[in-house]
């Protein structure tokens, strides 16, 4: 007999769904307040770790498609929150930096969004949140390596 899937027990689908319960919970935050989507504010926050980054780089650090990070690049720029300078290793990129008004927005979210999650995990203590983040870590290095292999099924 084989085993029978069942989607409330199926992690990968338990971890979707609770990703985007947790998204949409921020998400309504960072609009209603900020005039924000989810993939601006993670290029808003991605850009502020970073001394100018390229939006291939981008891509990459937000695990968002080319498109995605594009519309959003451009969606900052319009409201002077990101600005595009020339890349002087690659002449075919930009690299983006946040504006003065850019880093404004960034100081007055970033501490909305670091009390959202205290709020998400109030109920955990500190060891359950380290072996939470060590289990995602873990989790997403497991994604990696499957993702490299043909259609999710090793050869």
Not at 28 to 45: A, D, K, M, Q
Not at 124 to 144: G, Y
Request: hydrophobic share 45%; with cysteine; aromatic share 6%.
């Amino acid at each position: 007999m084989t085993k029978r899937l069942l989607l409330d027990d199926f992690l990968p689908y338990r971890l979707s769904i609770a990703s985007n319960r947790v998204s949409d919970a921020i998400a309504s935050t960072y609009r209603s307040l900020f005039g924000l989507r989810i993939p601006e504010w993670r290029l808003v926050t991605v850009i502020a770790e970073a001394d100018g980054i390229t939006q291939q780089a981008l891509c990459v650090a937000t695990r968002m498609d080319k498109v995605t990070v594009s519309r959003a690049a451009i969606a900052l720029v319009d409201r002077g929150l990101i600005e595009r300078r020339a890349n002087a290793s690659d002449q075919r990129s930009h690299l983006l930096d946040l504006t003065p008004a850019g880093r404004t927005l960034y100081d007055d979210v970033a501490p909305r969004a670091l009390a959202i999650e205290e709020q998400l995990f109030a109920g955990f203590d500190a060891a359950e949140t380290d072996v939470l983040r060590d289990m995602l870590t873990r989790i997403q290095a497991a994604a990696d390596a499957l993702e490299e292999t043909v259609g999710g099924v090793r050869p």
